[in-house]
């Protein structure tokens, strides 16, 4: 089983940007897609964005062109660039990291806070 540790949260103004990292020990991500979900008080987290093995990436409607997913295999990383920041994206971040049929995996999570 991967372990996750995300970093990177904090307070940013509107129109601002934060890079989230996801450092993973303990199995190498190459196999899993790795995904960036969201959750704010008294709703279902959300998916973000996620990559999979073959680096096919995808985006929830309200984050695209504006947050880019990536992975490094080789440093056992997953980012998540977020830019044109939005009261709205304040949230818990988590990443997670799955691989059929049932393994997934995630972490403890990031603050976000966008606010003036």
């Known amino acids: 089983q991967v372990q996750l540790v995300e970093s990177g949260g904090g307070l940013v103004q509107p129109g601002g940007s934060l890079r989230l990292s996801c450092a993973a020990s303990?199995?190498?991500?190459?196999?899993?897609?790795m995904g960036w979900y969201r959750q704010t008080p008294g709703k279902q987290r959300e998916l973000v964005a996620s990559i999979n093995s073959l680096g096919r990436t995808n985006y929830a409607d309200s984050v695209k062109g504006r947050f880019t997913i990536s992975r490094d295999n080789t440093k056992n990383m997953a980012h998540l660039q977020m830019n044109s920041l939005k009261s709205e994206d304040t949230a818990v971040y988590y990443c997670n990291a799955y691989t059929p049929p049932s393994s997934s995996s995630w972490g403890q999570g990031t603050q976000v806070t966008v606010s003036s």
């Open positions: 303990g199995s190498s991500i190459s196999i899993y897609t």
